[in-house]
């Protein structure tokens, strides 16, 4: 009984604490991780299998662990590591792209091929947000599309706000149609043995039809005024 008291204690601090942003998200849910394995683990239920069942620092030791894509969920337990080395890893490589300024040159690329035409953009904009948060994550992929986007609005005189909301449709759609997409998919890829073929070949068809859709209704509803911005 006061393994659950502390436990339930820690997670309503940790929640507080959070919605105050009192420190780093990181550092409190770290923190609070750490509470749990020794108040509850440790001090409520006197397991130490528990708090090495929970920690799961035997899974780097698999073979599975490199080379497939997950384990089943009956398998698994404690903490998902696979996840956390996945986006990690996914992170790190996002970040050394952005600060060499490859996502900067490959939206100013795009928009010297169109000739800086706001319309041809807008919709050249759309795609390549679905299609790079296929393979990044989407929130990532909004903060420097958005960024390029309010820059290039600046100098053709034109309303970001429309081509900012439509990136965003565009990017969830292409975050959840595949494995890399979006966290979520990460955690169901890779507990449950799904792979990146798995996404695509049935979340990614559902996607690709969806940001066609999206595309679409974005262009009609919003081309005249980004013409008349062009003029």
Same mark, same amino acid.
């Given at each position: ?133 296929? @393979?990044?994550?989407?929130?990532? !992929? $909004?903060?420097?599309?958005?960024? +390029?986007?309010?820059? =290039?609005?600046?100098? &053709?005189? %034109? ?39 798995? @996404?695509?070949?049935?979340?990614? !068809? $559902?996607?690709?039809?969806?940001? +066609?859709?999206?595309? =679409?209704?974005?262009? &009609?509803? %919003? ?9």
């Amino acid at each position: 009984m006061v393994a659950q008291i502390l436990a339930v204690i820690i997670f309503l601090a940790m929640f507080v604490l959070i919605v105050l942003e009192v420190w780093e998200r990181h550092i409190i849910t770290l923190g609070c991780g750490l509470l749990t394995l020794v108040l509850v683990f440790g001090l409520g239920m006197h397991s130490m299998s528990a708090v090495l069942e929970t920690l799961n620092l035997g899974s780097f030791f698999t073979s599975h662990f490199w080379y497939t894509a997950g384990q089943s969920a009956e398998a698994s337990s404690g903490i998902n590591w696979e996840t956390i080395v996945f986006v990690a890893g996914m992170m790190i490589m996002v970040e050394g792209m952005a600060r060499v300024g490859f996502f900067r040159w490959l939206c100013m690329r795009l928009a010297k091929m169109v000739k800086y035409k706001v319309v041809p953009l807008f919709v050249t904009f759309m795609v390549l947000s679905g299609i790079l948060a296929m @393979f990044i994550d989407s929130i990532t !992929v $909004i903060l420097f599309l958005a960024a +390029v986007t309010i820059e =290039l609005s600046q100098l &053709l005189k %034109f309303n970001p706000v429309p081509m900012i909301l439509a990136e965003v449709f565009c990017a969830n759609l292409g975050g959840s149609a595949t494995m890399c997409g979006d966290p979520p998919n990460i955690i169901i890829g890779t507990s449950l043995g799904y792979s990146f073929t798995d @996404f695509l070949t049935n979340t990614g !068809v $559902i996607a690709g039809v969806s940001l +066609v859709v999206v595309v =679409l209704y974005f262009y &009609l509803v %919003f081309h005249k005024e980004l013409r008349a911005s062009e003029a």
